[in-house]
C-alpha cells in the first residue's frame, strides 16, 4: 500500500524586510491622504470661511461685524473703490484675524490677497462677476501652505454666501461688478 504524499499549496511569500515595509508605509499614507483630500479638507475649508464671514458678516453667532455697515454706507450706483483704501480697511486686520499682515493688489479682473499668518505667506486670487443679482467668484484659487489646508472653492463659497445673503438682508442688489488694474467698481441699486 502505497501512501499518497499530499502535496501543500505553496505559500505566496510577503515582501518583507525594508522594502516590504516601505511599501505597507507608502499604501498607509496614500490612504491618509485621501481621506483627508475627500473628508477633512472641505470641512475645513467651509469652517475657516464661516469663521472669516463671522468676523466682516453678521450670523445669529455674531453681533457686531463691518460689512453691514460697509454696504449700507455705499450709495446706489458705481462705487468705485481702489486698491489703497482696500488696503488701508486691512491695515488692522491682525487684531481682528490671526494673520500678520494681509494685502490686495487689483490687477486685469482678478483681486489677489497676500495673507502672512504663522510665518508663511500664502496668496488667494479670484475674478468677479454678477449672475442674477449675486455676486459670483470667477477661478478662486489659493497659494502656497494654506492651499494644501484649504480648497479655495469652499472657501470663496462661505464668504460668498454670507456677503449675498447681507446684500439681500439690506435689500440692495449687485448689478456689475469689475476689477480694472488698482480699481474695483461695483454698481449698486
Do not use: K
Not at 466682516?56 to 453667532?61: C, G, L, Q, R, V
Not at 486698491?83 to 491682525?94: D, K, P, R, S, T
Not at 462677476?129 to 462661505?158: K, W
Amino acid at each position: 500500500m502505497r501512501s499518497s504524499a499530499r502535496r501543500l499549496p505553496a505559500r505566496r511569500r510577503e515582501p518583507s524586510g525594508c522594502a516590504g515595509q516601505l511599501i505597507r508605509l507608502s499604501v498607509g499614507l496614500l490612504v491618509i491622504v485621501a481621506l483627508y483630500l475627500l473628508l477633512a479638507r472641505p470641512q475645513l475649508s467651509a469652517a475657516l470661511g464661516r469663521g472669516i464671514a463671522d468676523l466682516i458678516a453678521p450670523s445669529p453667532a455674531t453681533a457686531e461685524a463691518p460689512l453691514p455697515e460697509l454696504i449700507a454706507a455705499l450709495p446706489t450706483g458705481e462705487v468705485t473703490v481702489s486698491e489703497a483704501e482696500i488696503n488701508g480697511y486691512l491695515a488692522g486686520i491682525e487684531q481682528a484675524l490671526p494673520v500678520e499682515s494681509a494685502s490686495v493688489r487689483l490687477i486685469a479682473n482678478r483681486a489677489i490677497i497676500t495673507v502672512r499668518a504663522y510665518g508663511m505667506t500664502s496668496v488667494a486670487s479670484s475674478g468677479i462677476t454678477v449672475r442674477d443679482g449675486r455676486v459670483v467668484p470667477i477661478d478662486p484659487q489659493i497659494e502656497g501652505p494654506l492651499a494644501a489646508l484649504v480648497s479655495a472653492s469652499d472657501l470663496s463659497a462661505a464668504l460668498n454666501e454670507r456677503l449675498n445673503a447681507e446684500l439681500l438682508r439690506q435689500g440692495r442688489q449687485v448689478v456689475a461688478a469689475r476689477i480694472d488694474d488698482g480699481i474695483l467698481t461695483i454698481v449698486l441699486r
